[in-house]
Each structure stands twice: as structure tokens, then as C-alpha cells.
């Protein structure tokens, strides 16, 4: 994922919120959101790479969604993929702050990352750049490719939409997706300095990305409600152009 906007437990009739984009090389072989054969519980699109996930949500209730750190310098083949991680949280046993503390003690096998995961009453972040480790608060939250909540201007745009668009009780997805599609880039004076030049820093400005070679593969919203009813929507694009949607919607173990 490049971009996850969140509301958590502030809301009336929803426990959280969830509007997320994945950006991703076009070329990069990848399968829609399904429950998996081989973890049939999980629900997530897959990385058909490196067989791991960016956002996935149990039958059970447990979910996760994960960012990469934007670092230029920090391209090792011999990393760990960081897809893995998704899978290996909602597939263990285990609490999400106990997981995110065993990740602390191979924190430096994988390149950067922003993890959130948690299960309906429990949510937590973790980075492994700043080894940062934290329960989240309630509230609106968002992180991109750098710590959470650092306010670079898609943020900061995805937090204001989100509360827009769940003002009210009944909360529509097509309006959250409206707000993923968003195109806008930011001005120049507010646009971080990540290490890629300013032309290509403008270029993955927005919440939805277009580039030649690089861009938004897949938009997804996942909201699970006071009673625990999961809505998982995820929506597919090749090359800007939309691709599919899958629909899933069921109720927590």
C-alpha cells in the first residue's frame, strides 16, 4: 500500500474505517482480493510475485494493511518481502502488539515499512525504521510512505475526505472510492523531499497515482461495523483504467 486513511473508533455505527490505495509497478503480477486457497480464512488480494499481501482481513476479524518507506537507497534483493507480513500476522496466533513486538527482533530483515494491524476492539502501528511501536488512539489517522500521520500533503487531503465522507450514521462506499480516485497533484512548495526528484515527487503527489510504468493498482474499502458485519470492497485498475471490483461482505466469527 502507498496510501491508508483510517477512522477508528470514532465513529457511530462503524468500529473502523478504511480507504486505502496500493501503488505498484504495472508489470507486477497480482490477483484480485479472494479468500485464499492455501489460508482459507484470509481474505486479501496476493502479490503473485512474492506470494504476500498489502491488506487482508480474517473470517475471525484480525486485519492488516502496510505501507513500504519511500528510500531510494534501500533497494536488497536479500530482504525478506515485505508482503509476508501481512500474511504471517492474520495467519498466527498471537495478539497484534505480540506479533509487532517479534517483528522488532528482525526489524532489519526487511526494508522499510508502516504496519497496522489489529482486530475489531485493538488496533496498533508499528515502523521498523524508527523501530516505533504504538497503539492507536481513536480518531482519523493516515500514513503513506513514512511514519504515521506525517503530514505530507495526500495525507493530510485523505484524512479531510474521509472525515467528509463519514459525517453521517450510513457511510457510502462510492463516496470513499470518489476520494481515492483523486488526481490532484500537490503544490510544489508542499511536496516532501523523499530522495526522487521533483518531477517524480509531484508525480506520486496524489491519492491516485499515474505514472508510465507505476501507479494505483487497486483501491479498497473495509469497514467493519459496532455488530462486527465486515464490508470489503476492492477495486482493481491496469494503467488508470478500472479494471474490476470485488465484493465481499460477512459477519466475525
Not at 462486527?228 to 470485488?246: H, I, K, M, P, W
Amino acid at each position: 500500500m502507498c496510501l491508508i486513511n483510517f477512522r477508528w473508533q470514532d465513529h457511530s455505527e462503524y468500529k473502523i474505517i478504511i480507504a486505502a490505495n496500493r501503488d505498484e509497478f504495472y508489470e507486477r503480477p497480482t490477483a484480485p482480493a479472494h479468500f485464499w486457497e492455501d489460508a482459507p480464512e484470509l481474505l486479501a488480494g496476493r502479490d503473485l510475485l512474492q506470494h504476500g499481501t498489502w491488506l487482508g482481513i480474517t473470517t475471525q476479524g484480525k486485519f492488516a494493511a502496510l505501507t513500504n518507506f519511500r528510500d531510494p537507497q534501500q533497494r536488497n534483493p536479500d530482504k525478506i518481502s515485505r508482503g509476508a507480513i501481512i500474511k504471517d500476522y492474520l495467519t498466527a496466533d498471537t495478539s497484534p502488539r505480540d506479533y509487532m513486538q517479534s517483528l522488532q527482533n528482525k526489524k532489519d530483515d526487511y526494508a522499510g515499512f508502516n504496519l497496522i494491524a489489529g482486530r475489531p476492539d485493538e488496533l496498533f502501528h508499528y515502523n521498523n525504521v524508527h523501530d516505533e511501536l504504538s497503539k492507536i488512539s481513536p480518531g482519523t489517522h493516515g500514513v503513506s510512505n513514512d511514519s504515521l500521520n506525517t503530514p505530507w500533503p495526500k495525507v493530510e487531503k485523505g484524512k479531510h475526505l474521509l472525515n467528509v465522507h463519514t459525517q453521517t450514521n450510513d457511510v457510502e462506499t462510492e463516496n470513499l472510492f470518489h476520494m481515492l480516485s483523486d488526481t490532484e497533484q500537490a503544490a510544489d512548495e508542499s511536496l516532501p523531499s523523499t530522495g526522487v526528484s521533483l518531477d517524480l515527487e509531484r508525480k506520486l503527489s496524489p491519492l491516485f497515482i499515474k505514472t508510465g510504468d507505476y501507479g494505483t493498482r487497486a483501491s479498497t474499502v473495509l469497514l467493519i461495523d459496532k455488530q462486527n458485519q465486515v464490508t470489503f470492497v476492492e477495486r482493481s485498475f491496469d494503467r488508470g483504467e478500472f479494471a474490476g471490483e470485488e465484493f465481499f461482505s460477512f459477519q466475525v466469527d
